[in-house]
């Protein structure tokens, strides 16, 4: 049985992928009003403190539109050209929107080797956390200008293979430890069979998991762009692999994001074969940690006997520099590791809240996010 919708709502860290048929009208001419549309329903979330990471497609299309081309370019020269022209189009779209809105926006191009490197990596994880922290939204985008594998995918599209920026959403969502991957499609989820050929066709509401019938029944839902529903769903595989429910929705429709995160049955949405599992064994194992909390005795009892969230109050001593949303490890005061955790708040607010009640938080901080410093759901213990 699948989990209920209702879980998405505790999401807090959120990557949302745009593809080309909702960025254009059909892969020609930029769909301005949806993008604004969706800019503000983003911008609503951001201001309720989650952090949101955008990538987005769309770059080729701008590009060939402003050098006047009549139709999306062939030759791979001339869509590395368009893609060039067409990013700082496609950042000064989202820079005047979410602007307009008081949000700041960065750019990052990367390609997916950027991610395949354990380093860069890395790095790329510290700014991205490091806006988030700021209050911008981080607009990513495959660096088509230099980057083959995904400009050729149009030639030649593997049922193993990404396009459109899907494979580098999913690859993002793992190495910042996202809760939800919602990408945003020109059909409104997966279906028994195409829409567009078959009048019988049932939208899927829920999958448990991705498996090779599945992308078979996929291949060629999408309308445009490289990606078609197959690298949905292959992307969704990868970042379920990871623990990290994944939304396919029609970018179309009306804040689809936040409706779709507070739990509306819109699209499909693919849960992780063991929800809990799969993302403690990522906390537990793969994630490099960034410090220490030291607990009460009491405190760590709690988290074993009561399955409870790591409380202010219990926190003795904060060490090294974190932010929130890294990996910590939890300690006792004789420096013995008892776990490992998602930090809701960086280490200077844990060492300022360190020992008081949660209702102090807002007192002491000047805001109040969470009333743990550490959510069970997000907690690995290594002796229980």
Same mark, same amino acid.
């Given at each position: ?31 301005? %009003? ?142 910042? /430890? ?20 078959? #009048? ?11 498996? /090779? ?31 990290? #429910? ?18 509306? #049955? ?45 409380? #202010? ?11 929130? %949303? ?14 490992? %955790? ?40 290594? /002796?229980?």
């Amino acid at each position: 049985m699948s989990p209920s919708r209702s879980l998405l709502s505790s999401a807090h860290r959120v990557v949302v992928k745009l593809g080309t048929g909702v960025v254009t009208h059909g892969g020609e001419g930029v769909a301005l %009003g949806r993008l604004h549309t969706i800019v503000e329903d983003l911008a609503q979330l951001r201001r309720r403190g989650l952090d949101v990471v955008l990538v987005s497609s769309g770059s080729v299309s701008m590009g060939a539109q402003a050098l006047g081309l009549d139709e999306r370019p062939r030759s791979l020269g001339v869509r590395q050209a368009c893609a060039a022209v067409g990013q700082g189009q496609l950042l000064s779209l989202y820079s005047q929107a979410f602007g307009q809105l008081g949000i700041t926006v960065a750019q990052v191009l990367l390609t997916q080797d950027d991610l395949g490197d354990r380093d860069r990596a890395l790095c790329l994880r510290t700014t991205l956390l490091r806006l988030l922290e700021l209050g911008a939204v981080p607009v990513l985008n495959e660096n088509d200008s230099v980057s083959v594998r995904e400009l050729i995918e149009h030639r030649k599209e593997t049922l193993e293979g990404f396009g459109d920026n899907d494979g580098l959403s999913a690859m993002l969502a793992v190495a910042i /430890d996202a809760d939800a991957l919602v990408l945003l499609t020109d059909v409104d989820g997966l279906h028994t069979a195409n829409p567009a050929h078959d #009048p019988d066709a049932r939208r899927i509401e829920a999958l448990q998991g991705i498996d /090779d019938a599945t992308l078979q029944r996929a291949r060629g839902t999408s309308a445009t762009g490289t990606g078609g529903m197959a690298s949905k769903l292959t992307a969704a595989a990868l970042a379920t692999d990871a623990g990290i #429910p994944t939304l396919i929705v029609d970018g179309k429709a009306d804040a689809v994001v936040s409706r779709a995160l507070g739990g509306a #049955p819109l699209g499909t949405v693919v849960w992780p074969r063991d929800l809990k599992s799969a993302r403690r064994r990522h906390i537990a194992v793969t994630a490099a940690h960034r410090g220490a909390l030291v607990a009460n005795a009491g405190a760590l009892e709690a988290l074993r006997a009561k399955k409870a969230s790591l409380l #202010p109050v219990g926190i003795v001593e904060v060490s090294g520099q974190f932010s929130r %949303g890294d990996v910590v490890e939890l300690r006792d005061a004789s420096g013995r590791v008892h776990g490992r %955790g998602l930090v809701n708040y960086d280490a200077d607010a844990c060492r300022a809240i360190a020992g008081r009640q949660s209702s102090d938080i807002a007192t002491v901080l000047g805001y109040r996010g969470y009333d743990a410093v550490i959510t069970r759901d997000n907690l690995a213990l290594t /002796d229980v």
